[in-house]
């Protein structure tokens, strides 16, 4: 492990002083949210920094909130152990508090943050189909404005989303959902924790009527293409993805483990949400 270079470090107390930061500062800098990725970065993959800006000391970052029409707010350094464990979370999107749980160990999900984890953009992001599903957005702050966009349009590659130098990802918003909406998030993974997906199958249903008669289904997909993605063809689930053979499975077994788990999460999904219930429980369920 290489000894970091010396770099400046700031704290701002507002998204204004961040970004005016970035602009007095120039080139070199990185934003600091709970530090899971850049601190390895810096520690083992050469990232040498000229400059951080811890965004912790803005407040105005932290927080779930439920508006009057039902939709969510979630600021950007809001912790996975945070969404994990919310009762608002548990309560409306059971599937998004157990995705959160699904990432790393508890001590890395009491310092990650959703909004490092989106701007980090890992194709194997286990909340990132979660929030897709949602509809979720992402609200960006620039020192010329905000913006608001889609989060399967934040998304450009393996790392990279929109995010210009300077800007901040401010929140995460999640719309209105039907109130019979119910979702569902498998991960496949041979270790049972602390493993990245193989692939990773969020699907939301609206089934309506005692035969559970399907009104609308959405799904989405990780670890399976250059970014997280959301599939608007649902019979075409596994032609639109991606994936690539690697040390941890092949194209081909990732190809079908979409076609398996996708099928596996709607089941779930129809029959409802059973708390505490491990992601390999819920996997492995079967239906007559």
Known sequence: MKRPEPFEVFQPVSIPEACELFRKHGPGGHFLAGGTDLVIAIKEKGLVPRYVVDLKKIPSLTGIREASDGSLTIGALTTMREIETAPLIRRKYPFLAQSAAEVG???????????????????????????????????????????????????????????????????????????????????????????????????????????????????????????????????????????????????????????????????????????NLSWTARRDRRYS
């Not at 918003?173 to 692939?199: H, N, Q, W």
């Not at 483990?257 to 996708?262: A, G």
């Open 105 to 275: 160990s508890i001590q890395i999900r009491n310092r990650a943050t959703i909004g490092g984890n989106m701007a980090n953009a890992t194709p194997s992001a286990d909340v990132a189909p979660a929030l897709l599903i949602l509809d979720a957005r992402v609200k960006i702050s620039r020192s010329d404005g905000e913006k608001i966009v889609l989060l399967e349009e934040f998304f450009i590659g393996p790392g990279k989303t929109i995010i210009q130098q300077g800007d901040v990802l401010t929140e995460i918003l999640i719309p209105p959902t039907p109130p019979d909406f119910c979702g569902e998030y498998i991960k496949f993974s041979p270790r049972e924790m602390m493993d990245l997906a193989y692939v990773g199958v969020a699907v939301g249903v609206v089934a309506e009527g005692a035969r559970k008669r399907c009104r609308d289904a959405r799904i989405a997909l990780c670890a399976v293409s250059p970014t997280p993605i959301r599939t608007r063809k649902a019979e075409e689930t596994s032609n639109e993805c991606k994936p690539i053979s690697d040390v941890r499975s092949s194209a081909a077994y990732r190809k079908e483990m979409v076609r398996v788990n996708t099928r596996r999460a709607l089941l779930n999904a129809a029959a409802g949400y059973v708390d």
